[in-house]
Nanobody
Framework: QVSLGESGGGSVQTGGSLRLSCAASGRTSSILSMGWFRQAPGKEREGVAAINTVADSTLYADSLKGRFTISQDKAMHTQYLQMNSLKPEDTATYYC???????????????????WGQGTQVSVSS
């Protein structure tokens, strides 16, 4: 079993930055991929970014490339999401996820991940 704990959400103005963190605990040796998803009210959960915990390969939603950066501290089993130039449409609950596979064809889809954090709120005001 893997547990995930997110932190770093908050409220910022348009153009601001936030860094989210997600620490994994438990059977961390089984994790091959970690990712971030977000869900705005009334919308479906969407994939934001993912990282391969062994190879450091990354994958981003096309619409977010250049503004969001995913990274990790392997020793701490922690992943980060640096979000820059935030826009009001980035407002959502952001979820950390972890899984044991790396398939770029499906990695930005929620079923690719077995473990989920509780979510952290990000609010961007205009």
């Amino acid at each position: 079993q893997v547990s995930l704990g997110e932190s770093g959400g908050g409220s910022v103005q348009t153009g601001g930055s936030l860094r989210l963190s997600c620490a994994a605990s438990g059977r961390t040796s089984s994790i091959l991929s970690m990712g971030w998803f977000r869900q705005a009210p009334g919308k479906e959960r969407e994939g934001v970014a993912a990282i391969n915990t062994v190879a450091d390969s990354t994958l981003y939603a096309d619409s977010l490339k250049g503004r969001f950066t995913i990274s990790q501290d392997k020793a701490m089993h922690t992943q980060y999401l640096q979000m820059n130039s935030l826009k009001p449409e980035d407002t959502a609950t952001y979820y950390c996820a972890a899984g044991s596979t790396w398939d770029t064809r499906i990695l930005l889809n929620a079923p690719a991940f077995a473990y989920w954090g509780q979510g952290t709120q990000v609010s961007v005001s205009s």
